[in-house]
């Protein structure tokens, strides 16, 4: 029970979480890896790509700067407090916002030159449903493209973080961070589902970048307080968030010094292509 509970508190991504997620992490993890993804379909001249688990938008506004006018995006999120930050971060006449669960796509068959997703499939409970989805709402020879983060300890941020907050909570540490976004990184396990869903080729890629932050103490509050690892750390200590973010950032600038600080982070791409 405690398990499953855990799991959809993990998907829950509403009050200031939005903007903090957006304001910290979209430059310190998340757009190195757009970028990544909008230049795999720059060869996409004209048609429609949709994006699930859009998010604050990070990949949204990097396929908007890379791909052409006639190239338009569906951009949908589980949450819509996610949207709503989304919108009013891009207003693009290319892009239409919806709310969306990834697992029951409110799309005719065969609508989507492209799908994509980052660092959302983790997210999902029922990944073979969303493997599915993706492909009924693909065209023949259309491409799933998505992320997801290798293991925590290839991660060294989201490690140290982990880590030092376990140090308030011993006895119950939050474990948002290596549960769910890095909690899903065995590549053969989703090639196999990926198959099972209908996807002929299947490629897995492993990409690693520099993860780069003015200071300690913004890395410590985009995951503290920007992730639902807040919703764990408030839920242990109502009053310890603020504390549980000085010891991160204490924790880090150790590590790496004051200053500018950075780190490492590697993820997995995948790419899959519904048979023509």
């Known amino acids: 029970m405690r ?5 959809e508190a993990d998907r829950i991504f509403q009050g200031s979480i939005p903007a903090l997620y957006d304001q910290y992490l979209g ?26 688990a859009a998010g604050t938008g990070v990949v949204t ?11 338009s995006i569906e951009a949908t999120d589980l949450n819509q407090a996610m949207v709503d930050h989304a919108l009013s971060q891009l207003s693009s006449s290319r892009v239409t916002w919806r709310q969306a669960d990834a697992q029951a796509l409110p799309f005719p068959d065969g609508e989507f030159d492209a799908v994509v997703c980052q660092f959302g499939v983790m997210f999902f409970p029922d990944k073979p449903r969303a493997f599915s989805e993706a492909y009924r709402v693909l065209k023949p ?14 991660n060294e941020f989201a490690d140290l973080v982990v880590k030092s ?55 410590a509050v985009g995951y503290c307080q920007g992730t639902p690892m807040r919703n764990e750390i408030e839920a242990r200590g109502p009053d310890r968030l603020d504390e549980a973010t000085d010891v991160v950032a204490a924790a880090i600038t150790e590590r790496f010094g004051s200053g500018s600080v950075s780190g490492k982070i590697r993820a997995h791409v995948i790419t899959a292509v519904r048979n023509s």
């Open 3 to 7: 398990e499953m509970a855990d799991m």
């Open 61 to 71: 506004r990097a396929l908007v700067s890379t791909l052409p006018e006639s190239v």
């Open 165 to 219: 907050v376990a140090t308030l909570f011993p006895d119950d540490p939050p474990l948002f961070l290596a549960r769910t976004p890095h909690g899903h990184h065995d590549t053969a396990l989703l090639e196999a589902q990926l198959r099972a869903a209908g996807f002929g080729m299947v490629a897995a890629e492993t990409v690693t970048r520099e993860s780069v932050a003015p200071n300690a103490l913004s890395v």
């Open 27 to 52: 430059p310190l993890i998340f757009a190195p890896y757009a970028e990544d993804l909008a230049s795999r379909l720059a060869d996409l001249r004209h048609g429609r790509i949709l994006e699930t």
């Open 141 to 154: 020879g259309g491409r799933f493209l998505f992320n997801v983060w290798d293991c925590i300890e290839e």
